[in-house]
Nanobody, 116 residues
Framework: QVQLVESGGGLVQPGGSLRLSCAASISILNFRATSWYRQAPGNERELVAAITSGGNTYYAHSVEGRATISRDNAKNTVHLQIDSLKPEDTAVYYC??????????WGQGTQVTVSS
């Protein structure tokens, strides 16, 4: 069973930064793509950023220019750095991984709250 464990969430003041981490129980080289989603209360889960096995990245318009997704293959970890955080970034952030074999996996989520 593949496990994804997120960490790095917390309470941050507006304008601050957070670095989220997603640690996989298998080599991330097995994943076609690894993504970060978020879900705020009352909203649907939305894609925030993604990185493919080839290193291509995608960012949602809402975080473009403020977010950086990266991989550490040696540590089987994917990171999401978000700077200039806004209250509207408040959500539970989930890690998602699509295996080359076709299976999709989700982490349990980590809460990010942006508030003064």
């Amino acid at each position: 069973q593949v496990q994804l464990v997120e960490s790095g969430g917390g309470l941050v003041q507006p304008g601050g930064s957070l670095r989220l981490s997603c640690a996989a129980s298998i080599s991330i080289l097995n994943f076609r793509a690894t993504s970060w989603y978020r879900q705020a209360p009352g909203n649907e889960r939305e894609l925030v950023a993604a990185i493919t096995s080839g290193g291509n990245t995608y960012y949602a318009h809402s975080v473009e220019g403020r977010a950086t997704i990266s991989r550490d293959n040696a540590k089987n970890t994917v990171h999401l750095q978000i700077d200039s955080l806004k209250p509207e970034d408040t959500a539970v952030y989930y890690c998602n991984a699509d295996e080359i074999l076709g299976n999709t996996h989700w982490g349990q989520g980590t809460q990010v709250t942006v508030s003064s």
